[in-house]
C-alpha cells in the first residue's frame, strides 16, 4: 500500500494561513493534492492537520482527512517524521498497512507528478530508506562569508579564497518538496539526511522556499513562467 500524507498544521506565522492562502488561483495545498492524484500512485491521498478549515479545503481538493492531528504533534517545534509516523499508525489501527510513503510538503506548489513517480522510482532501485528531492546551491558554499560583531566580514572556509569556483565540490541542499520513505524507517524515525538516503535532484529554478511576503511574489512569477496557461 503507497501513501500519500501532506502534513499542514494550521499555525503558520511568518505567512498567516499559508497552507490555504490562494496561490496563482488555488488554495497552496491544492497544488500538492493535485500532483498527487496526477501521480497516480498512491492508494491514499491524506491531509495530517489540526485545522477544521484547512481539513475541509483539503477534502473539497481531493484529498482525505480520516484523522485530526492531535495536539501535542501540531507545534512550531514538532519535526516532519512524528507526524508521518503518527499517519502511518493510525492506518495500520484500521487494518491497513501502508509499506511505502511519501510525505508531500503542503507549501510546495512546484512539486510535480513526473518527480513523484521519478522519486518511487529510484527509491525501488536502490537499498536506501527514503529519496527525497534536492538542488543545488546557486553559489559555491566554501566561498561563504559571515559577518562579525565589528561589522566587517570574514570567510566561513578561507583556505579557498584562492581556489576557482569550478574547482570547488558542487553542494546540495534539500529542495522542501517531498520525501518517499519506507514505513518502518519513517517509525523508527530514522534520519532522512543520511547515507540511507538518494536524492532525487530538480533544477534551482523548481526549488522555490516560501517563507516571506517577497518569497511569495517571486514563486508567483516563477509559477506563472513556467505556466502560462494560468491566468
Given amino acids: 500500500m ?66 485530526m492531528r492531535p495536539v501535542n504533534l501540531s507545534d512550531d517545534h514538532t519535526g516532519t517524521s512524528p507526524v508521518i509516523a503518527h499517519g502511518i499508525n493510525w492506518y495500520r489501527s484500521q487494518g491497513n498497512l501502508p509499506d511505502l510513503v511519501c510525505c508531500i510538503y503542503a507549501t510546495a506548489p512546484f512539486v510535480s507528478a513526473e518527480d513523484l513517480q521519478r522519486g518511487l522510482i529510484t527509491l525501488n532501485d536502490s537499498s536506501a530508506d527514503f529519496a527525497f528531492s534536492v538542488t543545488t546551491y546557486a553559489f559555491p558554499i566554501q566561498r561563504a562569508i559571515k559577518l562579525t560583531q565589528e561589522g566587517r566580514v570574514e570567510m566561513f572556509q578561507p583556505e579557498y579564497f584562492n581556489t576557482r569556483s569550478q574547482d570547488l565540490e558542487e553542494a546540495f541542499h534539500d529542495a522542501g518538496q517531498f520525501y518517499w520513505g519506507r514505513a518502518e524507517a519513517w517509525c523508527s524515525n530514522k534520519p532522512i539526511f543520511s547515507a540511507d538516503s ?26 506563472r513562467l513556467l505556466n502560462p496557461q494560468i491566468n
Fill in 198 to 223: 538518494v536524492p532525487i535532484i530538480l533544477p534551482r529554478h523548481r526549488a522555490q522556499d516560501i517563507d516571506t511576503q517577497e518569497d511569495w511574489i517571486r514563486a508567483e512569477l516563477m509559477f
Fill in 2 to 67: 503507497k501513501l500519500a500524507i501532506i502534513p499542514a498544521r494550521g499555525g503558520s506565522k511568518r505567512i498567516p494561513r499559508k497552507n490555504i492562502k490562494l496561490f496563482c488561483g488555488k488554495p497552496m495545498i491544492a497544488w500538492s493534492i493535485e500532483a498527487a492524484q496526477e501521480s497516480k500512485l498512491f492508494d491514499y491521498i491524506v491531509v495530517s492537520t489540526d485545522d477544521e478549515e484547512i481539513a475541509e479545503v483539503a477534502k473539497l481538493h481531493g484529498a482525505e482527512v480520516p484523522f
